[in-house]
């Protein structure tokens, strides 16, 4: 059984930091692509970050400078860190991970979403 769990959400103060986590379980090949996602009340679904198996980060314009995309390929785990953080950074966060073995089939899997609340 394949699945992610996210973790780490919780409820923080403006200016303050969380750090988000992912972890995988029931996965034995390489990933190659990890996001973190977010979806606010009332708003669609965003792309918040992006790593890539080749090392490159990509970010939404309102995080750049504040949010922190990692991984530990060994474990096969992402991270988010949140620093700075904004109101309108609340919303669900979910990881998502996906790769494309070609023959070997596909990888293309979420996790649950943990709740990032920030007051002002």
């Known amino acids: 059984h394949v699945q992610l769990q996210a973790s780490g959400g919780g409820l923080v103060q403006a200016g303050g930091s969380l750090r988000l986590s992912c972890a995988a379980s029931?996965?034995?090949?390489?990933?190659?692509?990890m996001d973190w996602y977010r979806q606010a009340p009332g708003k669609l679904r965003e792309s918040v970050a992006r790593s890539s198996g080749n090392g490159r980060t990509n970010y939404v314009d309102s995080v750049k400078g504040r949010f922190t995309i990692s991984r530990d390929n060994a474990k096969n785990t992402l991270y988010l860190q949140m620093n700075s953080l904004m109101p309108e950074d609340t919303g669900i966060y979910y990881c998502?991970?996906?790769?494309?073995?070609?023959?070997?089939?596909?990888?293309?899997?979420w996790g649950q979403g943990t709740q990032v609340t920030v007051s002002s």
């Open positions: 029931g996965i034995d090949r390489s990933i190659n692509e």
């Open positions: 998502h991970f996906y790769s494309d073995y070609g023959d070997g089939g596909e990888v293309n899997i």
